[in-house]
């Protein structure tokens, strides 16, 4: 659960040990004889990025304390953790193709559904939205296609949709959006990626192959899928 350190400004401050009280200086707008208005003031304080609890994709699964996040949390909308994808190993084929499925993720030896975790605790006034893209940086061999299948755990969704099945490429693809819908639900979301596999097709040649995928976070409203 989100953390939130709570402070409150208040119109006066009692000196303890001293019985004597400082008034601050007055914000009361006198509006003749029977009126009159008053400040209120509060402050939510960006918490730490280590008091962010990460919530599982998959609830029998939960994430592991330790996971090493993302330090930066700007202004409120970040992207906490993403996980990194390890297909392992295959044979060498020259006349059938293969299909790989990604590891799980896996911290001091926990393992749980690969996952990108958003966080947008920004207030009301500015929290509209956001979208997360992803694009393979290059392929991994000629041929090979990684396929995802995003989805979000219903009982914990903040106005997030997940894309459907995703064959990534060197373009930005939609991996999740968020509305507006729940104003009052600032929050952290977890995005699973799904089975993620990756096609070999035959006669790819021996070798280790490595890619890498940029993820980006845009603030703002978001179009509908086309």
């Known amino acids: 659960m989100l953390r939130k350190n709570l402070s409150i400004a208040l119109v006066a401050t009692t000196v303890l040990g001293m019985g004597a009280t400082t008034r601050m200086a007055s914000a009361v707008e006198y509006n003749g004889a029977t009126n009159a208005t008053t400040d209120v003031q509060a402050e939510i304080k960006l918490p730490d990025s280590t008091e962010i609890e990460i919530p599982p994709v998959d609830p029998e699964n939960p994430v592991p304390p330790e996971i090493e996040t993302n330090p930066d949390l700007g202004d409120g909308l970040a992207i ?7 297909f392992g190993t295959a044979d ?5 193709g ?3 499925v990604a590891n799980p993720d896996s911290v001091g030896g926990v ?16 929290r509209n939205g956001w979208e997360l893209t992803v694009t393979q ?9 990684i396929k995802m299948n995003p989805t979000v755990n219903q009982a914990n969704t903040n106005g997030v949709t997940a894309a459907t099945q995703l064959s990534l490429n060197n373009q930005a693809q939609r991996f999740a959006s968020a509305n507006n ?34 993820w980006n976070l845009v603030d703002g409203p978001v179009a509908p899928p086309v």
Do not use: H
Not at 80 to 86: H, K, R
Not at 187 to 200: D, F, P, R
């Open 80 to 86: 906490n953790y993403v996980s990194d994808l390890n």
């Open 92 to 96: 060498f084929n020259q006349t059938a």
């Open 98 to 100: 293969q299909t790989l």
């Open 111 to 126: 393992e749980f559904p690969n996952m990108v975790t958003i966080t947008d605790i920004r207030n009301e006034d500015t």
């Open 137 to 145: 940086d290059a392929d991994l061999f000629s041929g090979g296609i």
């Open 181 to 214: 819908s729940n104003p009052g639900q600032a929050g952290t979301t977890s995005i699973g990626m799904g089975e993620v596999s990756l096609e070999i097709p035959a006669g790819t040649g021996v070798g280790s192959y490595d890619s890498t995928l940029t």
